[in-house]
């Protein structure tokens, strides 16, 4: 028999309904469905839902092998600029400049 309220904003009262089934990971605990074909909020489903939850795994992400991975794949396929100290942005004339992770010390690529 399915029991609810609002955490927190009434006591629980008899809805007179069946559980049919509590919802599934991709919805908030409590869900509820009823044999009626309703569904709602129960702390019966709530409760079970908690018990059964394993938080997701995030793989990790390693920027310095990204970083690394993104240079070398650059540098495989545009020629290494020519530094040239006289002119305004370090590199010679007519010289495509690459991109600022890989001239620039703390910028992540």
């Given at each position: 028999?399915?029991?609810?309220?609002?955490?927190?904003?009434?006591?629980?009262?008899?809805?007179?309904?069946?559980?049919?089934?509590?919802?599934?990971?991709?919805?908030?605990?409590?869900?509820?469905?009823?044999?009626?074909?309703?569904?709602?909020?129960?702390q019966t489903?709530?409760?079970?839902?908690?018990?059964?939850?394993?938080?997701?795994?995030?793989?990790?992400?390693?920027?310095?092998?990204?970083?690394?991975?993104?240079?070398?794949?650059?540098?495989?396929?545009?020629?290494?600029?020519?530094?040239?100290?006289?002119?305004?942005?370090?590199?010679?004339?007519?010289?495509?400049?690459?991109?600022?992770?890989?001239?620039?010390q703390g910028?992540?690529?």
């Open positions: 028999m399915g029991y609810t309220a609002a955490p927190g904003q009434e006591r629980p009262h008899c809805l007179g309904k069946q559980i049919a089934s509590c919802g599934t990971s991709v919805h908030e605990f409590g869900t509820t469905f009823f044999t009626d074909g309703t569904s709602g909020w129960t489903c709530d409760t079970q839902m908690r018990a059964n939850y394993v938080p997701p795994t995030y793989e990790t992400f390693d920027q310095d092998a990204y970083n690394q991975e993104f240079a070398d794949e650059y540098w495989r396929t545009h020629p290494k600029p020519t530094f040239n100290p006289d002119s305004a942005d370090g590199y010679g004339p007519d010289q495509e400049l690459p991109p600022a992770c890989l001239r620039l910028v992540d690529c």
